[in-house]
């Protein structure tokens, strides 16, 4: 019986510990998607507003020309 118990405490301890690292793993995950987000959405974002900006000073500029 005290074997039983023993490997129950064993066992829990276990769990605790598996239930800590899956903490840490999905805060490191959610970083990870934050930062992903950050540097891939919004620099599309930006290229929305920039390539228009863009096109218009060029087309500005050789207006003369074509």
């Not at 276990?14 to 959610?30: H, M, N, W």
């Not at 096109?55 to 050789?62: H, K, L, Q, S």
């Amino acid at each position: 019986m005290e074997e039983i118990l023993q490997k129950l405490e064993n066992q829990e301890k276990k769990i605790d510990e598996v239930t800590s690292i899956i903490k840490k793993i999905r805060i490191y995950f959610l970083i990870i998607l934050t930062l992903s987000v950050i540097t891939f959405v919004l620099p599309m974002i930006g290229l929305i507003f920039i390539i228009p900006w863009f096109m218009r000073t060029i087309g500005d500029t050789y207006q003369g020309l074509l």
